[in-house]
């Protein structure tokens, strides 16, 4: 099993480029979670989605949409990349809600 | 005020030291708590989880108080490989599929 996969690893943008942040999980939860992590931010959830089919915006949505391709994937897409947007991004996933896997994080920075 | 508020550190204890982390949260609905394990540079992994008053797993104790809003953790007998910064986590009100992270308290534990 590979748990939760991210990719890409790292990635630099430039203001106004647009990208997407793939997530895929192999361990058949229901429950998947976009979050970003700022130095003395902690982590903050962007999207989530409880499942297949449904999403919901979290604490910091702005400049970004996400899709449940399916129960394995979850993406992050943003359309018009800002430097505010310069942070590293993990994907988790979930059965139970309390016990979250994380997988190993996207790099970004934002030119 | 955060919803989460930790003592970001840095803790620099001697091995075999025992040290405590102390966190407060602010909504007095969250019904669960979570201690994470946050390597340098990787992702989060849940350490404890806390249901009823205090949880105790070798080495480390978690402790909860709801009247004052407090959680705590303690570990004894450091280790080298302890270090890493330790995220206190609590569900959002009532709902456990989304989690409050706080920042962390980073925790170095010298030879």
């Known amino acids: 099993n590979a748990g939760v996969t991210q990719t890409p690893k790292f990635q630099v943008l430039k203001t106004g480029q647009s990208m997407t942040l793939q997530c895929a999980q192999d361990m058949n939860h229901n429950s998947m979670y976009w979050y970003r992590q700022d130095p003395g931010m902690g982590l903050r959830l962007i999207y989530y989605s409880a499942s297949e089919g449904t999403t919901d915006k979290g604490e910091v949505p702005n400049g970004y949409n996400v899709s449940r391709l399916n129960k394995r994937e979850f993406s992050l897409r943003l359309e018009s990349a800002a430097p505010s947007q310069t942070s590293v991004y993990f994907c988790?996933?979930?059965?139970?809600?309390?016990?979250?896997?994380f997988g190993p994080g996207t790099r970004l920075t934002v030119l | 005020r955060k919803e989460v508020e930790q003592d970001p550190g840095p803790f620099n204890v001697p091995e075999g030291a025992t040290v405590a982390f102390n966190c407060t949260y602010s909504n007095s609905a969250s019904q669960s708590f979570f201690w994470y394990r946050q390597d340098c540079r990787k992702e989060p992994k849940l350490l404890m989880s806390l249901y009823s008053s205090g949880n105790e797993d070798g080495r480390f104790t978690a402790q909860l108080n709801r009247a004052s809003q407090y959680i705590s953790l303690l570990i004894r007998d450091s280790k080298l490989s302890d270090s890493a910064t330790y995220l206190c986590v609590v569900s959002y009100g009532g709902a456990t599929n989304k989690l409050i992270f706080g920042t962390g308290t980073l925790l170095a534990v010298q030879p």
């Open positions: 988790a996933s979930s059965d139970t809600g309390w016990k979250q896997f």
